[in-house]
């Protein structure tokens, strides 16, 4: 993507006009959150977001607003506000280890689907921090809500290379009318369904439900993990990629590239464990995981490797084949090579 505009950002700044969205930003940003929204003006109009979570009641006539220039939003029933940092930071439900709103991954993932400047992201951060009010806790949950999903449709299986055993066997399902994956979370001492992820198959949506979900408690597989070796990558459906293609190592998800203390804990169970978390070269969100799992496992004195993606430029496991990701396992770099085992080469 572009991000410059002889030497500005992508917007051109005058005295008397802060920097701003551009036209479309904020609309792409929706679009990937699942978020349907009517143009009025300056103004995008949906469905509160964040209504049901807020008041256990959905928001049945649209009353939420986001302005396309600033990225301010305002639900005019239930009172949620913010600016877009806040909002993608709770429909994705980003949280640091602390349990806190994760901003900063926020603001990687709107610079990296949007063509936002950074500085003007630095200011809604700032902003974002100033005037979030979290949400309740979240409600409990029963097996029965996972009633109204079905097992994935072959057509599913095939574009992501799973296979319907292998997808039984994880627990892992399907939403028909959203055309969604449906991963559970489960505690991870009890197994009890704690909520559940969904990533859009035909459009690029992604959010957690309930929000607020404490999904840094736990992984997904762990419920169906003989100890043994572990490859962690983010993303539960690459979990599963991991099981079908090798039987010696289980694939587990972080749900996120975010990894708390608890999870690091629970890695901790692993006879082998091997970091697989996007593609460090080509994906800031992954980097930045692996760099920080890097340091962690130094100063906890843990052992670990890094999945070696070579120069395959793929982002994740997702997009490799079979052997692709067989290579990428038995050639993985130990951590007592630093940085040099996270890169293909040293940046």
């Not at 892992?172 to 449906?182: C, G, N, P, V, Y």
């Not at 419920?223 to 079908?244: C, F, T």
């Not at 430029?313 to 997009?319: E, F």
Request: glycine content about 8%; proline content about 5%.
């Amino acid at each position: 993507m572009n991000r410059m505009n002889n030497g500005r950002g992508p917007w051109e700044q005058t005295s008397s006009a802060r920097p701003s969205y551009r036209p479309g930003d904020v609309n792409v940003a929706l679009a990937r959150l699942g978020i349907d929204a009517i143009q009025r003006n300056s103004e995008l109009v949906a469905l509160c977001p964040l209504h049901e979570e807020r008041t256990g009641r959905k928001d049945n006539n649209p009353s939420w607003s986001i302005n396309v220039d600033t990225g301010v939003h305002h639900c005019f029933s239930c009172g949620y506000k913010g600016v877009l940092l806040s909002l993608v930071a709770e429909v994705l439900d980003m949280r640091t280890a602390w349990d806190r709103l994760d901003f900063e991954s926020a603001k990687l993932w709107i610079f990296a689907n949007t063509d936002v400047d950074l500085d003007f992201l630095v200011q809604q951060l700032e902003a974002s921090r100033d005037s979030y009010i979290p949400i309740p806790s979240p409600v409990q949950m029963s097996e029965g809500r996972l009633g109204v999903f079905v097992a994935p449709p072959q057509w599913a299986l095939d574009a992501r290379g799973l296979t319907a055993a292998a997808c039984n066997t994880y627990g892992q399902l399907w939403d028909a009318k959203q055309e969604s994956w449906i991963s559970p979370i489960r505690h991870a001492e009890t197994k009890k369904l704690m909520g559940w992820q969904e990533k859009g198959q035909t459009k690029r949506t992604f959010r957690n439900k309930p929000t607020g979900v404490v999904k840094s408690s736990t992984l997904f597989g762990l419920n169906v993990w003989d100890p043994g070796p572990m490859v962690i990558v983010e993303s539960p459906l690459d979990a599963i990629k991991v099981a079908i293609v090798t039987h010696k190592y289980q694939g587990v998800s972080t749900y996120g590239a975010i990894v708390s203390e608890e999870q690091v804990a629970l890695m901790r169970k692993s006879e082998k464990l091997i970091i697989a978390f996007d593609n460090p070269n080509i994906d800031l969100a992954g980097e930045k995981a692996a760099l920080d799992m890097l340091s962690r496992v130094k100063s906890e004195g843990m052992e670990c490797w890094f999945f070696n993606y070579a120069d395959t430029g793929l982002k994740d496991i997702g997009d490799m084949t079979a052997e692709q990701i067989i290579w990428g396992i038995d050639n993985a770099k130990h951590c007592v090579f630093g940085e040099a085992a996270i890169y293909v080469k040293r940046h």
